[in-house]
């Protein structure tokens, strides 16, 4: 049973930063991708930043040049470096992994939060 679990998410000023931590447990678990989605109030999910295996990254446009993914495969964990920080970035930041196979299974976290509010 893989499980997801998040740190770092908390209250932030504009203009601040915040590292989210996001490290997978169970026994041989092996991911070919890494990343991150957040959901605003009101708003569908979006991907905001993934890493796969080989260190491919991709950003949402959003937060391209501020945000900085990457992952640590042998600790099968995955961080997000926040800078630069908006109010429009406030949500809720879930952890995601996929599998390997067509489909790839998806695993979520339980999601941490992020404020930016002065």
């Known amino acids: 049973q893989v499980q997801l679990v998040e740190s770092g998410g908390g209250l932030v000023q504009p203009g601040g930063s915040l590292r989210l931590s996001c490290a997978a447990s169970?026994?041989?678990?092996?991911?070919?991708?890494m990343g991150w989605y957040r959901q605003a109030p009101g708003k569908q999910r979006e991907l905001v930043a993934a890493?796969?295996?080989?260190?491919?990254?991709n950003y949402a446009d959003s937060v391209k040049g501020r945000f900085t993914i990457s992952r640590a495969n042998a600790k099968n964990a995955v961080y997000l470096q926040m800078n630069s920080l908006k109010p429009e970035d406030t949500a809720v930041f879930y952890c995601?992994?996929?599998?390997?196979?067509?489909?790839?299974?998806?695993?979520w976290g339980q999601g941490t939060q992020v404020t930016v509010s002065s």
């Open positions: 995601n992994a996929k599998g390997w196979g067509s489909p790839p299974p998806d695993y």
């Open positions: 169970g026994s041989g678990a092996s991911f070919s991708a």
């Open positions: 890493v796969t295996v080989v260190g491919s990254t």
